[in-house]
């Protein structure tokens, strides 16, 4: 049993959201009780004592679209690279960087993500994880990381036809096989989701290779109109808006989750809403000076 106090305790219940000096008692897994620092040291004196020095206390937060392929990017410039849109972001970035990743890469962006996530209390992640070096193992690689440092996460690839049918092929395998683990596993900590990119790098067929593989056993994690491209790709070449492609695909639903959705519609936004399916806003995510 840990007693973590002497610390500014944010909690979720609004008849008591704020103790200026509380403590929260843990048994397990399980949170015990919340309350005074003077009361909950008399009431569970047996209790290890985690001094939070003054800080804050409060539940754990929750990075709900992520990618780990990008732990070791940061500051990264790339020579001759000078991007002024979304598309050349990907294709100056982001897709040269997860084209080089190996299991290897994978697993040390994987602890880079990981532990800056725990030091900034992030106890939760939802990964779209990309890494187009080597496919076949890499969702297995991010899961021994998780479990390692005790994370709560939920896992997925990114499904692309970018790189060709061959790449498209293991990156779907990937997600079902990872999917299906997951459901054997049963572990609260470890999840799974089915991953798609962009909608402009995936075609109707691969969504339905996608919806086959998957078999009911998750949901999707897909980004959404990121980028103008996006939408001008799905009214070009299917004649309609993105979120009317996922919704004729049987993407859509209660545990499917739209990443970005900046140009979407307010008609888009009605069958969002209506089909329950969730959404993270992203609305700055690769910026680029024009």
Not at 202 to 231: L, R, W, Y
Not at 235 to 252: E, H, T
Not at 261 to 281: F, L, Q, R, W, Y
Request: one cysteine or more.
């Amino acid at each position: 049993m840990l007693l973590i106090g002497n610390g500014r305790v944010i909690t979720r219940n609004h008849a008591n959201p704020y103790l200026e000096n509380g403590a929260v008692v843990t048994d397990g897994e399980n949170i015990k009780e919340v309350g005074s620092f003077e009361d909950m040291k008399q009431k569970y004196p047996e209790a290890e004592f985690v001094d939070a020095h003054g800080g804050v206390i409060m539940p754990g937060l929750i990075n709900a679209h992520t990618h780990i392929y990008s732990g070791l990017a940061r500051g990264l410039s790339i020579v001759g690279n000078n991007p002024t849109n979304f598309l050349e972001v990907l294709e100056g970035t982001w897709w040269a960087i997860d084209r080089q990743l190996d299991l290897d890469g994978t697993r040390a962006c994987a602890w880079a993500t990981v532990l800056d996530s725990i030091r900034d209390g992030v106890t939760t992640i939802f990964d779209h994880h990309a890494s187009f070096g080597e496919i076949p193992g890499s969702l297995f690689a991010i899961r021994d990381v998780v479990k390692e440092a005790g994370i709560r996460s939920c896992l997925c690839y990114e499904v692309s036809e970018r790189d060709g049918e061959e790449k498209t092929a293991q990156s779907i395998k990937e997600n079902a096989d990872f999917a299906k683990w997951a459901k054997d596993a049963d572990d609260s900590m470890i999840k799974a989701m089915f991953g798609g990119h962009a909608l402009f790098t995936i075609s109707d067929k691969t969504f339905e290779k996608m919806v086959e593989a998957n078999n009911g056993m998750t949901g999707f994690h897909i980004h959404v109109a990121e980028g103008m491209n996006d939408v001008y790709d799905s009214l070009r070449n299917y004649g309609c808006r993105p979120v009317n492609r996922l919704l004729y695909n049987g993407i859509l639903g209660e545990k499917t989750m739209l990443g970005h959705c900046i140009h979407i519609s307010p008609a888009e936004m009605d069958i969002i809403k209506e089909t329950g399916t969730m959404v993270v806003n992203n609305p700055q995510s690769n910026q680029a000076t024009p």
